[in-house]
């Protein structure tokens, strides 16, 4: 099983800052890695697919990089909205694993 | 316009049954493989189950294996998860997925005396 890592797991962060979120996998996965943002009560929504492409109707300041085992989430200019848990998941090899979450939260 | 619909969660005592059900609509169902993915209440997400576009490949968490069965419908454009002996740690949110894109709002599904 492809047991992915992510840091941090909690980051307080205040508007217009840029964020990055690390995802680490325990072996190579290609560019199979997605990214997803959940807010509370809410089911997970896309905002990167295949580490680095952008997603329709996903804000700009939103950016994926990475391929191999290490990938970045980046959020540039941060806004009270991005306040939510973010996952990254893995579809390169059943079982398809989830990263264990970042939570943000806006100062 | 892409929708994903779950039903079938409730409140079950330890042992009992349940059976979830997914209808999708908006992209070509049968080309998709589909997953079971939970979240226990403050949890991260876990995957549960995989089924293949044909129904032929299955694949199981092995939290879940033997006593869970995952299965479509492609020409009803439906998913299922029939649960079996449900414990109390199968408590959670349960969402239907195509592929990594495509998520429902999830059913919850308590298991509780």
């Known amino acids: 099983e492809i047991v992915l890592t992510q840091s941090p797991d909690f980051q307080s962060v205040t508007p217009k800052e840029k964020v990055t979120i690390t995802c680490r996998a325990s072996?190579?996965?290609?560019?199979?890695l997605h990214w997803y943002q959940q807010k509370p009560d809410q089911s997970p929504k896309l905002l990167i697919r295949y580490a680095s492409q952008s997603i329709s109707g996903v804000p700009s300041r939103f950016n994926g990089s990475g391929s191999g085992t290490e990938f970045t989430l980046s959020i540039n200019s941060l806004e009270a909205e991005d306040a939510a848990a973010y996952y990254c998941?893995?579809?390169?090899?059943?079982?398809?694993?989830f990263g264990q979450g970042t939570k943000l939260e806006i100062k | 316009q892409v929708q994903v619909v779950e039903s079938g969660g409730g409140l079950v005592k330890p042992g009992g049954s349940l059976r979830l059900s997914c209808a999708a609509s908006g992209f070509t169902f049968g080309d998709y493989y589909m997953k079971w993915i939970r979240q226990a209440p403050g949890k991260g997400l876990e995957w549960v189950a995989h089924i293949s576009s044909s129904g032929r490949t299955i694949y199981y968490a092995d939290s879940v294996k033997g006593r869970f069965t995952i299965s479509r419908d492609n020409a009803k454009n439906s998913l299922y998860l029939q649960m079996n002996s449900l414990r109390v740690e199968d408590t959670a949110v349960y969402y239907c997925?195509?592929?990594?894109?495509?998520w429902g709002q999830g059913t919850l599904v308590t298991v509780s005396s």
């Open positions: 072996q190579s996965i290609g560019s199979d």
């Open positions: 997925v195509a592929t990594y894109a495509y």
């Open positions: 998941h893995q579809t390169s090899n059943l079982p398809h694993t």
